[in-house]
């Protein structure tokens, strides 16, 4: 789990969080835009459908929505999309290398999960998960449905489960890594609502160093945003290709905040073979 603050930023909203204060990142072994853009793997996107707030959009809904019945103990997310014309969804299209992407969130935003489920002949997606603390949480998917052969319906839902038990501690692959080997993420200049804005943030590794940035899911860097008083959720991608400078590498966003107030972001970037998953907190003025 990662404990985090709240940051900011939204071209395309889809939301969920998890953590508080501003703990050190989680590294998790890897291997080696904007979602109106192309990636770098030549996708490309509709504009998104949804906040990440409810369970219906566009005529899709998440439902049968499950989590591990207690904290702590090793089980499954699951969940199915159902069409307004009844049918259950099986056919996607890729987008960030993906069919889906799923977000879990505790309610206050203290837990923070980015998966990759698998879907199942039935429509049933589902992926292996321990959540540390009980309580609601929110399982948010963004996904591309595939409404005929050239295009898709890019849509983010969600659904909401509760987890029993008592807070546990977090998996050891999920603990923060040594402070000698941390990777810190800062946002360099105030974040603003309006149509055409930017957000640049400094990746920084040991001791305020650049950092060289892998690509992850095709992308240089995943930001996953939620504003706190909706739960609201912005999904982000870089603009361009890292820019290192002497007191960091940066990464430029193009923003479209429509709402002001307190946000709380999760920065993913890749670094050295690892995934580093940073909670930064901002406000939007």
């Known amino acids: 789990m990662t404990k985090i603050g709240a940051a900011a930023v939204a071209v395309l909203l889809a939301l969920g969080a998890t953590g508080c204060g ?5 590294p998790t072994p890897v291997t080696a835009s904007e979602h109106s853009h192309d990636s770098e793997t030549g996708e490309h996107i509709t504009p998104l459908v949804g906040d990440g707030t409810r369970a219906t959009e566009f005529g899709y809904t998440m439902e049968k929505v499950s989590l591990p019945r207690s904290a702590g103990v090793a089980g499954r997310v699951s969940f199915r999309i159902r069409f307004e014309d009844g049918h259950v969804v099986t056919d996607y299209i890729k987008e960030q290398t993906k069919l889906l992407h799923l ?3 505790s ?3 203290t837990v923070f999960r980015h998966l990759h489920p698998t879907l199942g002949k039935d429509g049933t997606w589902s992926a292996r998960l321990t959540l540390p603390e009980p309580g609601s949480y929110r399982v948010i998917a963004e996904f591309v ?8 319906d890019y849509t983010m839902i969600a659904g909401t489960a509760t987890v029993s038990g008592r807070a546990q501690p977090a998996p050891a692959a999920d603990q923060p890594g040594p402070s000698d080997q941390g990777v810190t993420v800062a946002f360099d200049r105030p974040l603003a609502t309006g149509p055409d804005g930017e957000m640049v943030l400094v990746v920084r590794g040991p001791g305020g160093v650049p950092v060289e940035l892998g690509s992850y899911l095709g992308a ?3 930001v996953t945003g939620f504003r706190r008083a909706t739960g609201a959720v912005a999904h982000l991608h870089p603009l361009d290709a890292p820019q290192p400078s002497a007191d960091g590498t940066r990464l430029t966003f193009h923003t479209q905040f429509s709402d002001a107030g307190d946000y709380l972001f999760y920065v993913q970037v890749r670094v050295a073979g690892f995934l580093y998953t940073v909670p930064v907190a901002a406000t939007v003025n």
């Open 22 to 26: 501003t703990p050190a990142p989680s």
């Open 220 to 222: 240089y860097a995943h």
């Open 107 to 109: 309610k206050d935003l």
């Open 103 to 105: 977000y879990v969130v």
């Open 145 to 152: 449905a595939r409404a005929d052969a050239d295009s898709g």
